[in-house]
Structures are given as structure tokens and as C-alpha cells.
């Protein structure tokens, strides 16, 4: 055996060496990738797309937004939020079964798990937040706003049909209980929210236990990006009338 060809297999040796380190490191790196994204997906933010047309004209059908799932788990939730939460009985028809391909199953299932996607946004509703607990809550006035706590809304961001002055079709007056919300879409006259469902056994109102999470931006598509506001100003003076009664 010549001196040439017992150097060179040390050589390969330690070149194939180098691959397997590579490829280990490679794969190290992308399982903890998947992690940290599924950490973040169950317990910081998550994605969701905008099935209907009930927060028109915030939101539009097929929008995606990316929700903070710390509130109001960690933070208190604030009223103007724009909130995600699960149906909380009744308030969503069953579900029809979708026809399902392997290879789209499993791809839609990745992106779940890393929280790219959300296949079941279908199974969650998006509202505006406008009642907390001990909130009383009512519509309409003589000039067809709503009121929280006796306060007057001017509402911006709702939608109404043409030549419609009143914020709500129908009238109403509830307070908010212990450990729920009231929510209502921005498109007042095609959501089917808290007033809708006033004689189910939740009364319309939701528990915070259903919610999701606070959607704080509008991520796609790119030409509607945009941080959601919750309209502090809409609301100025609601925490004080509520003192004061």
C-alpha cells in the first residue's frame, strides 16, 4: 500500500465525518425550530383567517389576522378589542365535512402545529369587545347610538347600510356578568353577535374562558396590513360612569 492512498482514507474518513455533523446539526436546528414556532403558536400568537363579512369593513373575508394569545389569559382584555373566541354554544352551525386529500391534510396539519395556518378558524368567531363585566350595555338613543354605562358611543369603524342611522336593528339593554363579555361585529346589520343570541342559555354574552385571544394585526393580504385598534377615545369616560353608579 502506498503512502498516497493511507492518507487519503483518513481524508474520506473525515470528510464523511463533516456530513454527519452537518446533517445532525441541520436537524437539531429544525426540531427546535418546530418547537419554539408551536410554543409561540400555543401560547403567545396564532394565526387566523376571516371567514365572513361580520367585521366589514375592519375586516374582510379571507384576511388573516395574528392574535396575542397573553390576553386575556396574562393582561386584561380592554373594550374596542378585537377579540377571537370559541363558539360558545350554538352561535356557529355544525360543521359540514370537508372532502380531504392526503397530502393537503398533511400540509395544513404542519402548518397548524407551527401555527402558520388555522384550519379551524372556521370553529372560531372574530368580534369587537364593547362590554366587561359589570358593564350595562344598551341601544338604542334618540340618535341611534349605543351606550355603555349611560356613555354615548360615536363609533367609527362600524358598518351600516345606506341611509341607516341606528347602530343596532333591534333594541336592547343587558348588563354584563362576572367572568363574560359582550361582542358585537363592525358590520351591524349582517352579524349574528351577542344580540343575536340573547335568548340562548349564555344569554349571547361569551365567556372569557372561550376566548382565544386579542387579533392585534391585520397580516395579509399585504395591501390590508394594518395594526387593530381598540378605539380608546370610543370609550373615554365608560370607566367612570361605571364608578359612579
Known sequence: MTESSTAARPRRAAKKSTWKTLLRDILVIFVV????????????????????????????????IIVNELEPKLFPLQRGDVIVFK??????????????????SAV?????????????SDQHLVKRLIGLPGDKVSCCNALGQMSVNGVPLKE???????????????????TVPAGAVWVMGDNRYN??????????????????????????????????????????EVFAGVDAAKAGH
Open 156 to 174: 367609527p369603524y362600524v358598518l351600516l347600510p345606506a341611509g341607516v342611522e341606528a347602530v343596532s336593528h333591534d333594541d336592547f339593554s343587558v
Open 191 to 232: 352579524s349574528a353577535d351577542s344580540r343575536y343570541h340573547m335568548d340562548d342559555p349564555g344569554k349571547g354574552f361569551v365567556p372569557l374562558n372561550d376566548v382565544v385571544g386579542r387579533a392585534f394585526v391585520l397580516s395579509w393580504p399585504v395591501d390590508h396590513w394594518t395594526l387593530l385598534s381598540d378605539y380608546p
Open 33 to 64: 425550530a418546530v418547537l419554539v414556532s408551536f410554543l409561540i403558536k400555543t401560547f403567545v400568537v396564532r394565526s387566523f383567517y376571516i371567514p365572513s363579512g361580520s367585521m366589514e369593513n375592519t375586516l374582510q373575508v379571507n384576511d388573516r
Open 108 to 120: 395544513n396539519a404542519t402548518l397548524d402545529f407551527v401555527g402558520l395556518s388555522a384550519s379551524d
Open 87 to 104: 363558539d360558545p354554544g350554538g352561535w356557529l352551525p355544525p360543521l359540514a365535512p370537508k372532502p380531504t386529500n392526503p397530502i393537503s
